[in-house]
Structure formats: structure tokens, C-alpha cells
């Protein structure tokens, strides 16, 4: 069973930062991905970013200039700094782990509760 608590959502206004962290813990085998998707009201869930299991890193294109995704030594925190947010980046973003190399190409097997970020005007 993996578990994965994430932290640093809240309230930021337009052009401000956050920094978000994931930590997994439970049994996640040698070789995962960790990374993040957020969920807008009433959106779908979409990809925000992955550190692969070699710790390669992808984004999607509206966030790429602006977030940075880093992975702990331990292999087992990832990090999402969030700068120059805008208020269509206002979702819950929710930590996610797949197992093996395939990353978040396949479904993650595993998520977290989700943090909640607002961005204001």
C-alpha cells in the first residue's frame, strides 16, 4: 500500500509563488514516477508535471516556463515551485505515483488527497 500526502496549497495572488510538496510512503518499489495533476471546478483532471523514474522531468506546455518540477535525494518527495501563477492555475492539485518506467504515460496508480491553490487578481 503506498500513501502520498501532499502540502503547500493556499492562497496566492497573480504573479505570486508556491511551492507544493509530495512525500510517499509505503511500499513503492525501486523505480517510480512522481508528479502532479490539478483539477479545476467543473474540468477535467490534466497533467501538470512528472519527475520520471530516472528523474527526467515533463510539463505540460502551458506551465512549462513557469513551473519546476525537483525530486528529493531520497527518491521518494517531489516538489512542484509553482512561479508566476495566473488564475487559471486555481485547481486542486493532486500528487500522483506510477510504478516501473513507463511514468505517467500510463495511468498513476496511486494519489493523493489533493491541495487546494487559489490564485487571485
Known amino acids: 500500500q503506498v500513501q502520498l500526502v501532499e502540502s503547500g496549497g493556499g492562497l496566492v495572488q497573480a504573479g505570486g509563488s508556491l511551492r507544493l510538496s509530495c512525500t510517499a510512503s509505503?511500499?513503492?518499489?525501486?523505480?517510480?514516477?512522481m508528479g502532479w495533476f490539478r483539477q479545476a471546478p467543473g474540468k477535467e483532471r490534466e497533467f501538470v508535471g512528472q519527475?520520471?523514474?530516472?528523474?527526467?522531468?515533463y510539463y505540460r506546455d502551458s506551465v512549462k516556463a513557469r513551473f519546476t518540477i525537483s525530486r528529493d535525494n531520497s527518491y521518494n518527495t517531489v516538489y512542484l515551485q509553482m512561479n508566476s501563477l495566473k488564475p487559471e492555475d486555481t485547481a486542486v492539485y493532486y500528487c500522483?505515483?506510477?510504478?516501473?518506467?513507463?511514468?505517467?504515460?500510463?495511468?498513476?496508480?496511486?494519489w493523493g488527497h489533493g491541495t487546494q491553490v487559489t490564485v487571485s487578481s
Open positions: 509505503g511500499h513503492t518499489f525501486s523505480t517510480f514516477a
Open positions: 500522483a505515483l506510477k510504478t516501473g518506467r513507463s511514468g505517467f504515460f500510463v495511468s498513476p496508480e496511486y
Open positions: 519527475s520520471s523514474y530516472n528523474l527526467n522531468t
